[in-house]
């Protein structure tokens, strides 16, 4: 049974961060928490501190960000959503990439590129974010993740760059469980695939048949599988509707 949200007075010393919060899927979720009366801080790229996995940096700027706001406010770090990532787009020196249909269209620096915002900068939000998350009483980060990046689910090949990131994401957030248990054994770290999202990432992809659903649609339906998740959950990888998706 999925838990209710917790009543206003409460909902405000817990507090939510959402990672990629100005994008389609990250701003449903926190206009859903919003509207649930919870506490939450947002980071982007048009954030204050802003967040920018190409600059390294600005990934501790925005944990030390959030650990004063706790410090100051007697807040605890309930939810950590990381809802980053990258399908295409352009290099930072102009070059247009997207997903390979070939291993002849693999790119370096369109790999390295991927790599670095779908992977290394979560790692990054690992080693900086996680340690804010309290040491007792439950709490959870999640990392978007995507069914493609399933080293088991992945029957049609392409897509070398996505893919690769995407399964480096889910061995990251399998092995920060492990750490993150030993901090707190209520503390859930956990990877979601949100089915596929009528967003600008999606779009030029989104073919018939598939069932695209508007981002609040999406939010909400992760939101129930994170207020649902259950003890001994951790490090494990969940779908839109709470099932398990093989690694």
């Known amino acids: ?48 501190p802003p967040l920018d996995y190409t600059q390294p940096p600005s990934v501790e700027a925005c944990a030390e960000h959030v650990a004063r706001q ?18 295409h787009g352009q ?51 999640a990392f978007v993740s995507a069914r ?10 392409g897509w070398y760059a996505y893919r690769a990131s995407k399964a480096a994401l889910n061995q990251l957030v399998r092995t920060a469980s492990v750490e993150l248990a030993r901090r707190n054994r209520e503390a859930l770290c956990v990877a979601l695939h949100p089915g596929t999202v009528e967003t600008p990432l999606s779009k030029p992809f989104a073919r018939r048949g ?3 659903r508007p981002p609040a649609v999406a939010a909400r339906e992760l939101m129930a599988v994170l207020d649902d998740l259950p003890a001994g959950s951790s490090g494990q990888f969940f779908d839109q509707h709470g099932l398990a998706v093989p690694w």
Request: charged share 15%; no cysteine; proline share 7%.
């Open 70 to 87: 706790l410090r100051h406010s007697g807040q605890v770090l309930a939810r950590l959503i990381v809802a980053t990532g990258v399908l």
């Open 1 to 48: 049974m999925i838990d209710s949200p917790p009543p206003v007075d409460q909902a405000s010393q817990r507090l939510n961060v959402v990672l990629g919060g100005q994008g389609g899927l990250g701003h449903a979720l926190v206009e859903l928490l919003s509207g649930r009366g919870e506490a939450v801080m947002v980071f982007g790229r048009g954030s204050s």
């Open 91 to 141: 290099l930072p020196g102009g070059q247009a990439y997207g997903p390979e249909r070939s291993w002849q269209q693999i790119d370096p620096d369109a790999l390295a590129h991927v790599m670095q915002v779908n992977a290394i900068g979560p790692a990054l939000v690992m080693r900086h974010f996680l340690p804010l998350l309290p040491r007792q009483g439950r709490a959870i980060a």
């Open 210 to 212: 598939l069932n695209v």
């Open 148 to 157: 493609v990046g399933s080293i088991g689910d992945n029957a049609l090949g």
